[in-house]
T-cell receptor
Framework: LAKTTQPISMDSYEGQEVNITCSHNNIATNDYITWYQQFPSQGPRFIIQGYKTKVTNEVASLFIPADRKSSTLSLPRVSLSDTAVYYCLVGVSNFGNEKLTFGTGTRLTIIP | NAGVTQTPKFRILKIGQSMTLQCTQDMNHNYMYWYRQDPGMGLKLIYYSVGAGITDKGEVPNGYNVSRSTTEDFPLRLELAAPSQTSVYFC???????????FGPGTRLLVL
């Protein structure tokens, strides 16, 4: 099974832009890349999803290079409420049985 | 529209006891998932289902069983509980395998 690799933790100051990169070297042609956010004692929630190039919504942007072996989640002007764990999820195909694998997650801490 | 609901919220089990964690979704999603999350760790897929009557193993299925008799319900059964099963269990659902997963609030299980 292909795996994803993310930094274990990151710190940033309020108001800055934060970029979190996920490596997924064995991504399949039809796989999408999805990012989730998880606060303590809660289930993860969807942030953004993309297939290639750039996707932007009201909370984040997702940058995917042409080779699709990595992706970068960009959070503009972070605030204390963005302190959470961020997971990169890549669809994995294995002999027709698709199994999804969450990455290790990146613990983002926003400093006042 | 309640989304994904899980019961109970918290449970203490003695070693060797059994229990069923309940999960219900009202979004008419085909896919449902069970994850476990150990303290400070990421999510690991236990079992998933692609529709009523169809289930398959995830990354860590040993010690668990599931069934999917209806689209809405996806219970997780623990037989002969062990301390290693102490964790937080999250149920999720999605319309398709690459679609956004919606998570329940989680069940915290302590096995003593």
């Amino acid at each position: 099974l292909a795996k994803t690799t993310q930094p274990i933790s990151m710190d940033s100051y309020e108001g800055q832009e934060v970029n979190i990169t996920c490596s997924h070297n064995n991504i399949a042609t039809n796989d999408y890349i999805t990012w989730y956010q998880q606060f303590p004692s809660q289930g993860p929630r969807f942030i953004i999803q993309g297939y290639k190039t750039k996707v932007t919504n009201e909370v984040a942007s997702l940058f995917i290079p042409a080779d699709r072996k990595s992706s970068t989640l960009s959070l503009p002007r972070v605030s204390l409420s963005d302190t959470a764990v961020y997971y990169c999820l890549v669809g994995v195909s294995n002999f027709g049985n698709e199994k999804l694998t969450f990455g290790t997650g990146t613990r983002l801490t926003i400093i006042p | 529209n309640a989304g994904v609901t899980q019961t109970p919220k918290f449970r203490i089990l003695k070693i060797g006891q059994s229990m069923t964690l309940q999960c219900t979704q009202d979004m008419n999603h085909n896919y449902m998932y069970w994850y476990r999350q150990d303290p400070g760790m990421g999510l690991k897929l236990i079992y998933y289902s692609v529709g009523a009557g169809i289930t398959d193993k995830g990354e860590v299925p040993n010690g668990y069983n599931v069934s999917r008799s209806t689209t809405e319900d996806f219970p997780l059964r623990l037989e002969l509980a062990a301390p290693s099963q102490t964790s937080v269990y999250f149920c999720a659902s999605s319309y398709g395998v690459r679609e956004t997963q919606y998570f329940g609030p989680g069940t915290r299980l302590l096995v003593l």
